[in-house]
T-cell receptor, first 114, second 112 residues
Framework: GAGVSQSPRYKVAKRGQDVALRCDPI?????LFWYQQALGQGPEFLTY????????KSGLPSDRFFAERPEGSVSTLKIQRTQQEDSAVYLC????????????FGPGTRLTVT | DAKTTQPTSMDCAEGRAANLPCNHS???????VYWYRQIHSQGPQYIIH???NNETNEMASLIITEDRKSSTLILPHATLRDTAVYYC?????????????FGKGTKLSVKP
């Protein structure tokens, strides 16, 4: 069955460029999460959506990071004026709801800023 | 910060049981223990979770001590495909948005 998909799988950006990372969650999943994973570390929470509403963006590292989910399905994470420290794997996860529902993760987008 | 402590790495022989420990001495009464694993170049994958009783599913067993301060994930017959980083996470199951707080996990290497 269709799981969570993310595109592109790999992205190389020059410092200062803007990038947009896409997440297609499992159909019908209300909750959507973005995580950032640095090399050798566990994923770290960035932001959370319930349908189209962004209920928590406390993990976004700076105002250069912006996420949206306008129709409560596909989500886009945008990073403006990328910096080298933004290099990481960006993971998207969806679940039926919040709380203890199992989260299904996509394969991630590996962003390299040169 | 993660509320769990796990060994950095472990080895296991193929076909043997892999026992992965986790300490969570500050766990609250309404927090569950969850296990996820991450195979190289993939996103994390849910394995199992429990509150205070031992749990078993097709992937693994979860043993939680009576005082709930530690737990063990058991893969009964490890295969090479079980080589991954295993994350033990404590989280509230109800009334929260549910974002996961990962630590560094245990890197399990299953060897032939």
């Amino acid at each position: 069955g269709a799981g969570v998909s993310q595109s592109p799988r790999y992205k190389v950006a020059k410092r200062g460029q803007d990038v947009a990372l896409r997440c297609d969650p499992i159909s019908g999943h209300v909750s959507l999460f973005w995580y950032q994973q640095a090399l050798g570390q566990g994923p770290e929470f960035l932001t959370y959506f319930q349908n189209e509403a962004q209920l928590d963006k406390s993990g976004l590292p700076s105002d250069r990071f912006f996420a949206e989910r306008p129709e409560g399905s596909v989500s886009t994470l945008k990073i403006q004026r990328t910096q080298q420290e933004d290099s990481a794997v960006y993971l998207c996860a969806s679940s039926l709801g919040g709380g203890g529902y199992e989260q299904y993760f996509g394969p991630g987008t590996r962003l390299t800023v040169t | 910060d993660a509320k769990t402590t796990q060994p950095t790495s472990m080895d296991c022989a193929e076909g043997r049981a892999a026992n992965l420990p986790c300490n969570h001495s500050t766990i609250s009464g309404n927090e569950y223990v969850y296990w996820y694993r991450q195979i190289h170049s993939q996103g994390p994958q849910y394995i199992i979770h429990g509150l205070k009783n031992n749990e078993t599913n097709e992937m693994a067993s979860l043993i939680i001590t009576e005082d709930r301060k530690s737990s063990t994930l058991i893969l009964p017959h490890a295969t090479l495909r079980d080589t991954a980083v295993y994350y033990c996470i404590v989280r509230v199951a109800r009334g929260s948005q549910g974002n996961l707080i990962f630590g560094k996990g245990t890197k399990l290497s299953v060897k032939p």
